[in-house]
T-cell receptor
Framework: GAVVSQHPSRVICKSGTSVKIECRSL??????MFWYRQFPKQSLMLMAT?????????EQGVEKDKFLINHASLTLSTLTVTSAHPEDSSFYIC?????????????FGPGTRLTVT | GQQVMQIPQYQHVQEGEDFTTYCNSS?????IQWYKQRPGGHPVFLIQLVKSGEVKKQKRLTFQFGEAKKNSSLHITATQTTDVGTYFC????????????FGQGTELSVKP
């Protein structure tokens, strides 16, 4: 089945610093990847859609200058949280669709737990 | 805006009891997907339903898609401790290139 990896799994950073999270599709090529944010005991909130070779599209209310997304290749998307603050602490999860199988389901990475101190 | 609502938010059952979670969309959906997220884990795809009135089974799990394609349910027969986790339904977000809108999820706990 389709496998998506995410790195790092956990990161602690100081307020004001930037953090980069990588999302990779390991056994398929993904022209589109999705970035979600999840608070404890809550649902997944779509932040943005990462498109290979073009700009990411952001959901309403998500600051594009704060959450920088780069889809550098067909297997890699990165999310950079710039000038992080404690309120950015959350669980960030990426997902991708495998165009070669299935009917549009998404395969999720293991997530990155970000703590900003 | 488009909404996907899921009830109940929490369900605590004794092992062996049945469990059902319900999903309702404010709009007609082309398909509905179900995911399971174990505690501390990430969502894992379970199934997709496409046809009106469709029913699919996976061992003890039964998934239904309503006739109007606006609601769905997941029923687990004779729960086991391995069923613990949060179950999410998700539907396509408009016609927007594969984006999904998720329900709030139902957290299932099973007492042995």
């Amino acid at each position: 089945g389709a496998v998506v990896s995410q790195h790092p799994s956990r990161v602690i950073c100081k307020s004001g610093t930037s953090v980069k999270i990588e999302c990779r599709s390991l056994d398929f090529q993904a022209t589109t990847m999705f970035w979600y944010r999840q608070f404890p005991k809550q649902s997944l909130m779509l932040m943005a859609t990462s498109n290979e070779g073009s700009k990411a599209t952001y959901e309403q209310g998500v600051e594009k200058d704060k959450f920088l997304i780069n889809h550098a290749s067909l297997t890699l998307s990165t999310l950079t949280v710039t000038s992080a603050h404690p309120e950015d602490s959350s669980f960030y999860i990426c997902s991708a669709r495998d165009p070669g199988q299935g009917m549009g389901e998404q395969y999720f990475g293991p997530g990155t737990r970000l703590t900003v101190t | 805006g488009q909404q996907v609502m899921q009830i109940p938010q929490y369900q605590h059952v004794q092992e062996g009891e049945d469990f059902t979670t319900y999903c309702n969309s404010s709009t007609t959906l082309s398909n509905i997907q179900w995911y399971k997220q174990r505690p501390g884990g990430h969502p894992v795809f379970l199934i997709q339903l496409v046809k009106s009135g469709e029913v699919k089974k996976q061992k003890r799990l039964t998934f239904q898609f309503g006739e109007a394609k606006k609601n769905s349910s997941l029923h687990i027969t004779a729960t086991q401790t391995t069923d613990v986790g949060t179950y999410f339904c998700a539907g396509p977000m408009g016609n927007q290139g594969g984006k999904l809108i998720f329900g709030q999820g139902t957290e299932l706990s099973v007492k042995p």
